[in-house]
């Protein structure tokens, strides 16, 4: 028993102390999907949908408010664009709320709403036309870091606990 309650102790301690440190080193990190849905020109009544990632942690959620991406993927007409495609590409917020995604390419441009996201807007320049839409943002839950170091510490106790022989829990009982 006093093997079997230590190693639980142990495996306890380390699956805290992972967890903490999973917690202080987590970043505010923001997960949207989007979609874009042209109204008008060529390509009227097609999708095309995307993610967006920035670090949120330093807004003081006070007027208006950029972060840089720290990524950013958009499948358009079979081309996938990425951060590196916009260096410059930015979320803007106002009084910390997230409006959309300035981000602009030979091909489109994504602008963020004036208010809120519901007037985000898409537009396009093809060599067969050119048209504009909307963006629908929707935000991704990203399971918080320390959650997830938590459950696989637990995870691995519990197969640790499983492996031991019948014989050698009863006899540490």
Avoid: W
């Avoid at 081309?79 to 981000?103: C, H, I, K, R, S």
């Avoid at 929707?138 to 031991?164: C, E, F, I, M, Y």
């Amino acid at each position: 028993m006093k093997l079997n309650l230590k190693s639980s102790l142990i495996a306890t301690g380390l699956a805290l102390g992972t967890t903490l440190v999973m917690a202080a080193s987590a970043s505010a990190a923001s997960l949207f999907s989007f979609e874009v849905t042209p109204d008008f020109g060529l390509l009227s009544g097609q999708s095309f949908f995307g993610t967006v990632e920035f670090d949120d942690s330093g807004l003081t959620g006070t007027g208006d408010e950029t972060v840089g991406l720290s990524s950013f993927n958009f499948d358009f007409l079979g081309t996938v664009f990425t951060e590196a495609d916009d260096t410059l590409a930015f979320a803007q917020f106002l009084d910390g709320a997230f409006l959309g995604v300035d981000y602009v390419t030979d091909t489109f441009q994504l602008s963020p709403g004036f208010f809120s996201t519901d007037d985000a807007s898409f537009a396009y320049d093809l060599p067969a036309g050119s048209g504009l839409g909307g963006v629908t943002y929707t935000a991704v839950s990203v399971p918080d870091p320390s959650v997830l170091g938590g459950l696989v510490a637990v995870g691995l106790v519990g197969l640790k606990l499983k492996r031991q022989p019948q014989a050698a829990i009863d006899a540490n009982a």
